[in-house]
T-cell receptor, first 112, second 117 residues
Framework: EADIYQTPRYLVIGTGKKITLECSQTMGHDKMYWYQQDPGMELHLIHY???????EKGDLSSESTVSRIRTEHFPLTLESARPSHTSQYLCASSDRAKNIQYFGAGTRLSVL | AQTVTQSQPEMSVQEAETVTLSCTYD???????LFWYKQPPSRQMILVIR??????QNATENRFSVNFQKAAKSFSLKISDSQLGDAAMYFC??????????????FGTGTRLQVTL
């Protein structure tokens, strides 16, 4: 079982609120990722990071932002949540040797 | 751009039987990796099996095996002796070979597998 943790697991919040989704891994992986997944659909990469102080936008445009101040921590922030942000957000990290991605359990976000 | 296609939105298999999930992909790269991930309901996505494109031998992991047809760009997953715990969403994924950049995955739309008694 991969040691990558996401909190909260579920979040229901009102429009206009600022939220931060937490992701931490204890495996020392340099690379970390955020994916967005609508119910029953494929995953779309929205952010990734090569390492500390490195962040890049993914293939799917997102209004969220990320930061990578510590190797183990890769939080995602929405400054002003909207109903269109309702989705599941999955965090992942990958090892340098085999470049296999390990996923967290996800945060299911509902914006009312 | 690379694309991954899973043409079976849902599949059903009886316990102890064998089922094959299909996946095709499109790429102009010669160095790449293919993956099958399993996502149980409300649980963590886990890696089922991984295949390097340069290896002709099909990968196997216990009851899980793949049929990798590089020329046809096909990468199917066979689950033998299906168990109730195999019920999940299965995603096929593609990644370019090691280029020094982050290892971005491109996912298919998934196949929901039901296992019946």
């Amino acid at each position: 079982e991969a040691d990558i943790y996401q909190t909260p697991r579920y979040l229901v919040i009102g429009t206009g609120k600022k939220i931060t989704l937490e992701c931490s891994q204890t495996m020392g992986h340099d690379k970390m990722y955020w994916y967005q997944q609508d119910p029953g659909m494929e995953l779309h990469l929205i952010h990734y990071s090569y390492g500390v102080n490195s962040t890049e936008k993914g293939d799917l445009s997102s209004e969220s932002t990320v930061s990578r101040i510590r190797t183990e921590h890769f939080p995602l922030t929405l400054e002003s949540a909207r109903p269109s942000h309702t989705s599941q957000y999955l965090c992942a990290s990958s090892d340098r040797a085999k470049n296999i991605q390990y996923f967290g359990a996800g945060t299911r976000l509902s914006v009312l | 751009a690379q694309t991954v296609t899973q043409s079976q939105p849902e599949m059903s298999v009886q316990e102890a039987e064998t089922v094959t999930l299909s996946c095709t992909y499109d790429t102009s790269e010669s160095d790449y990796y293919l993956f099958w991930y399993k996502q149980p309901p409300s649980r963590q996505m886990i890696l089922v099996i991984r295949q390097e494109a340069y290896k002709q031998q099909n990968a196997t992991e216990n009851r899980f095996s793949v049929n990798f047809q590089k020329a046809a760009k096909s990468f199917s997953l066979k689950i033998s002796d299906s168990q109730l715990g195999d019920a999940a969403m299965y995603f096929c994924a593609y990644r370019r070979g090691n280029t020094g950049t982050a290892s971005k995955l491109t996912f298919g739309t998934g196949t929901r597998l039901q296992v019946t008694l």
